[in-house]
């Protein structure tokens, strides 16, 4: 399986790429992002973007892949509407579109979060626009497209968030996570579970189109 990877410098897109270069069946994951990732592995290739919804000169070296993992996204903290919705909605379905057009047998996983609004009605702006972003993947002619929304996650193998707001909390509630988890399990994900639930989606297919914490800790 080859695999293209957006969003492999964030917390949870640190831990789908480790996990994809851990898997045997996965043999190539190319990791398209603004800056260099500073990590070899054999598996590994490289796409350097400035701007990442911008893959027309690059179409070529995107063709011939079976999974897309989306992991690409920023806090909507401070935010207008609309500068949110153009690094959130726009450039996802940016690249979607073309994904979609040189691979249309491509299983498309996309990272959103628990209390994502569908009806893209809601009061609260960030659950609108990953809503609205939601739906129109959804309409694709991907073979499966599959919206994974982690509520809380528990960074593991060494992985930090680069936000330095969330770094703070992830430190201050770091020993809560694991009484979560024993509380109430479906409220908890960690990185290794979301990256290894991409693999066997892409492996074996969604049980349905859209998955919370507990439908990604119950994949296996």
Same mark, same amino acid.
């Given at each position: 399986?080859?695999? =293209? ?47 990442? &919804? *911008? ?6 070296? /995107?063709?011939?892949? *079976? ?15 609309? @500068? ?5 909605? @726009? ?15 491509? $299983?498309?996983?996309?990272? $959103?979060?628990?209390? !994502? @609004? ?14 609205? $972003? ?9 073979? !499966? ?5 982690? &509520?809380?996650?528990?960074? /593991? *193998?060494? =992985?930090?968030?680069? !936000?330095?707001?969330?770094?703070? /909390? ?19 994900? $960690? ?13 074996? &297919?969604?049980?349905?189109? =859209?998955?919370?914490?507990? *439908? ?5």
């Amino acid at each position: 399986m080859k695999v =293209i990877l957006f969003g492999a410098t964030g917390m949870v897109g640190q831990g789908v790429l480790r996990e994809c270069l851990l898997d045997p069946e996965v043999e190539t994951v190319l990791a398209v992002s603004r800056k260099p990732l500073g990590k070899s592995d054999p598996k590994l290739r490289e796409i350097l973007r400035p701007n990442v &919804g *911008d893959l027309v000169e690059v179409e070529t070296q /995107l063709q011939g892949y *079976d999974a897309c993992f989306f992991c690409l996204g920023v806090s909507s903290v401070g935010m207008r509407e609309e @500068d949110y919705r153009r690094v959130t909605y @726009d450039l996802t379905i940016s690249v979607a579109r073309t994904l979609v057009k040189l691979n249309p047998g491509m $299983t498309f996983i996309y990272v $959103t979060g628990t209390g !994502t @609004d569908s009806t893209e009605q809601g009061r609260t702006m960030w659950a609108r626009v990953k809503g609205r $972003t939601e739906n129109e993947l959804l309409r694709m002619p991907f073979k !499966t497209a599959c919206m994974f929304r982690p &509520g809380a996650i528990q960074a /593991l *193998d060494g =992985i930090v968030s680069r !936000t330095p707001v969330y770094r703070w /909390l992830y430190f201050v509630f770091a020993p809560l996570f694991t009484l979560l988890r024993l509380i109430s399990p479906g409220l908890v994900t $960690t990185t290794r579970q979301i990256g290894q639930a991409m693999i066997l989606v892409a492996k074996r &297919g969604a049980p349905k189109p =859209i998955l919370e914490s507990s *439908d990604i800790n119950a994949l296996r």
